[in-house]
């Protein structure tokens, strides 16, 4: 098991940028992708980058070139810099760690943090 906690979101103006943080309660070395998914008011959570554990990243279309997603194993903390925000991009903001037990996956999830871009 492993508990993640997210933090680094708030209220920002359009254009803005803002840094979330993922950490987890034990080492991620072994947590092969972490990723930020993103939920907006009555959509679907959405994928919005993943990494992997060899640093090999992946980005949603809509924040390609804006968004930058890193992870410290180190430090057992994955982040999520945001730049150039949109009032689109308003959504919780979710972390998200994907375990390989022998054949199985477990997904673990954080509580989530609110970002919020407006004038």
């Known amino acids: 098991q492993v508990q993640l906690v997210e933090s680094g979101g708030g209220l920002v103006q359009p254009g803005g940028s803002l840094r979330l943080s993922c950490a987890a309660s034990r080492s991620i070395f072994s947590i092969v992708t972490m990723g930020w998914y993103r939920q907006a008011p009555g959509k679907q959570r959405e994928m919005v980058a993943t990494?992997?554990?060899?640093?090999?990243?992946n980005y949603a279309d809509s924040v390609k070139g804006r968004f930058t997603i890193s992870r410290d194993n180190a430090k057992n903390t994955v982040y999520l810099q945001m730049n150039s925000l949109k009032p689109e991009d308003t959504a919780v903001y979710y972390c998200?760690?994907?375990?390989?037990?022998?054949?199985?996956?477990?997904?673990?999830w954080g509580q989530g943090t609110q970002v919020t871009v407006s004038s």
């Open positions: 998200n760690g994907e375990e390989v037990v022998l054949t199985t996956k477990i997904n673990y």
């Open positions: 990494i992997t554990r060899r640093g090999s990243t």
